[in-house]
């Protein structure tokens, strides 16, 4: 590992750290808490030792990589996640960590107008694959979960998070920095950027969504021997919920609405029985808080006819609304200003996806960024940024930081 923080040594890194949890076709399988994720996080917390910064971490495995510059201060926090989906690309998340590390320890070493302290930042289990929900580390730290309410939760094969943190060696006892300010850098995760032949987006706000979990509840039986007519098949159930999400997100038009279902999970998922259960996950997002509202009243009158037609029973056994608010707009002229200093080509954007920065942004001033995705391709093997995308994002999320750091967003309030 090397222990410079040029730009070469910022791509000699990604390249190590990509290779941790690697996949034959060039992506990642690090899901939250595995082995993988763990010797990830091992390497991270090496890395901030070798650059001079003290890693603590909190009850729910965040990590925060800091160094004391003004005694007493807050915190100016930068990062991401270095968990994955199943197989997924190497930059989501991971770029962002690394990214905030490079910046954090660039501002440790040029302290001379600093008024807060600086830290880099893995948040737990942002992409909430093998725990649900997702942004679980960052939600604890801005107080809309508990600790103790993420350690209790299972995956599919039940064992905890609590378990699971343990067995990696990352469930910690430190109190976490307390933040005056945040910021983040990611891959776009769409092709906005890329069409437009633009450097970055600085992100205003967030698209609303409505995540869904639903159970289909049918009735076991043979699939060689009951007639169809005396059939209560749950799949069946379960495959007319997909399509009503599908239908739904095209009543309003063009990409106006997005609907999707991620995850079956069928009981007791023999070839020769007839489905008793599937439990899935779905959502619906939109731009407009009203948009999303309507959705969701249309979905859930498909649900009911679905019902009411006898065949299965569908009950949502949780339906969580995650609201679209605002990016707090002295971020977003700070970093548009550095942006324009940088030579770099921007645009203002809202985010589609979920970000820990739309948990932070809720408690202090936040600041998220995007550079390219290539073909628009995310959580996908093939999911690319191309060095020199990379690297103008870090020396803009360095620049950023500097002067977060400096005191730029101390006036700033969070609506």
């Given at each position: 590992m090397t222990a410079d923080l040029t730009d070469e040594a910022f791509l000699a890194d990604f390249a190590e750290l990509s290779a941790i949890g690697a996949t034959a076709a060039g992506g990642v399988d690090r899901e939250a808490?595995?082995?993988?994720?763990?010797?990830?996080?091992?390497?991270?917390?090496?890395?901030?030792?070798?650059?001079?910064?003290?890693?603590?971490?909190?009850?729910?495995?965040?990590?925060?990589?800091?160094?004391?510059?003004?005694?007493?201060?807050?915190?100016?926090?930068?990062?991401?996640?270095?968990?994955?989906?199943?197989?997924?690309?190497?930059?989501?998340?991971?770029?962002?960590?690394?990214?905030?590390?490079?910046?954090?320890?660039?501002?440790?070493?040029?302290?001379?107008?600093?008024?807060?302290?600086?830290?880099?930042?893995?948040?737990?289990?942002?992409?909430?694959?093998?725990?649900?929900?997702?942004?679980?580390?960052?939600?604890?730290?801005?107080?809309?979960?508990?600790?103790?309410?993420?350690?209790?939760?299972?995956?599919?094969?039940?064992?905890?998070?609590?378990?699971?943190?343990?067995?990696?060696?990352?469930?910690?006892?430190?109190?976490?920095?307390?933040?005056?300010?945040?910021?983040?850098?990611?891959?776009?995760?769409?092709?906005?950027?890329?069409?437009?032949?633009?450097?970055?987006?600085?992100?205003?706000?967030?698209?609303?969504?409505?995540?869904?979990?639903?159970?289909?509840?049918?009735e076991q039986s043979h699939t060689g021997a009951t007639h169809m007519r005396y059939r209560r098949d749950a799949l069946v159930g379960a495959s007319q919920v997909v399509l009503a999400v599908r239908a739904v997100a095209e009543e309003f038009g063009p990409d106006t609405v997005l609907g999707s279902v991620g995850r079956f999970t069928v009981e007791p998922n023999s070839p020769v029985v007839v489905p008793a259960r599937v439990r899935l996950a779905a959502d619906l997002r939109a731009l407009e808080a009203r948009t999303v509202e309507a959705a969701h009243a249309r979905f859930l009158e498909r649900i009911t006819e679905i019902d009411e037609a006898g065949d299965v029973h569908v009950e949502i056994e949780s339906a969580t609304l995650r609201p679209s608010t605002r990016y707090q707009d002295s971020g977003i002229a700070l970093a548009g200003a550095v942006a324009d200093e940088l030579g770099l080509r921007w645009r203002t954007m809202p985010t589609m996806a979920g970000h820990d920065s739309v948990n932070l942004k809720d408690v202090v001033p936040t600041v998220m960024l995007f550079i390219p995705s290539v073909d628009g391709v995310s959580h996908n093997e093939r999911e690319y940024s191309t060095d020199a995308q990379m690297l103008a994002g870090l020396h803009l999320l360095t620049a950023t930081a500097r002067r977060m750091v400096a005191g730029a967003l101390e006036a700033a309030q969070v609506s």
């Amino acid at each position: 590992m090397t222990a410079d923080l040029t730009d070469e040594a910022f791509l000699a890194d990604f390249a190590e750290l990509s290779a941790i949890g690697a996949t034959a076709a060039g992506g990642v399988d690090r899901e939250a808490a595995t082995e993988a994720d763990g010797r990830a996080r091992e390497w991270l917390r090496d890395w901030f030792a070798d650059h001079g910064l003290h890693c603590r971490v909190d009850a729910v495995g965040n990590m925060y990589g800091g160094a004391e510059i003004v005694a007493d201060a807050p915190w100016v926090l930068l990062g991401s996640h270095l968990d994955s989906q199943p197989t997924s690309g190497r930059f989501d998340g991971a770029y962002g960590v690394l990214a905030g590390a490079y910046a954090a320890a660039r501002a440790v070493a040029d302290p001379e107008r600093a008024r807060y302290n600086v830290a880099a930042v893995n948040w737990f289990n942002e992409e909430g694959s093998r725990f649900s929900p997702s942004l679980m580390g960052s939600a604890v730290y801005v107080g809309k979960t508990t600790a103790e309410a993420v350690l209790d939760v299972v995956d599919e094969s039940g064992t905890s998070v609590r378990d699971a943190l343990s067995r990696i060696g990352f469930q910690g006892h430190d109190v976490a920095p307390t933040a005056n300010s945040y910021a983040e850098i990611h891959i776009e995760q769409g092709r906005t950027l890329v069409d437009e032949g633009l450097d970055i987006g600085v992100v205003t706000s967030n698209w609303a969504a409505y995540k869904y979990v639903v159970t289909v509840h049918g009735e076991q039986s043979h699939t060689g021997a009951t007639h169809m007519r005396y059939r209560r098949d749950a799949l069946v159930g379960a495959s007319q919920v997909v399509l009503a999400v599908r239908a739904v997100a095209e009543e309003f038009g063009p990409d106006t609405v997005l609907g999707s279902v991620g995850r079956f999970t069928v009981e007791p998922n023999s070839p020769v029985v007839v489905p008793a259960r599937v439990r899935l996950a779905a959502d619906l997002r939109a731009l407009e808080a009203r948009t999303v509202e309507a959705a969701h009243a249309r979905f859930l009158e498909r649900i009911t006819e679905i019902d009411e037609a006898g065949d299965v029973h569908v009950e949502i056994e949780s339906a969580t609304l995650r609201p679209s608010t605002r990016y707090q707009d002295s971020g977003i002229a700070l970093a548009g200003a550095v942006a324009d200093e940088l030579g770099l080509r921007w645009r203002t954007m809202p985010t589609m996806a979920g970000h820990d920065s739309v948990n932070l942004k809720d408690v202090v001033p936040t600041v998220m960024l995007f550079i390219p995705s290539v073909d628009g391709v995310s959580h996908n093997e093939r999911e690319y940024s191309t060095d020199a995308q990379m690297l103008a994002g870090l020396h803009l999320l360095t620049a950023t930081a500097r002067r977060m750091v400096a005191g730029a967003l101390e006036a700033a309030q969070v609506s």
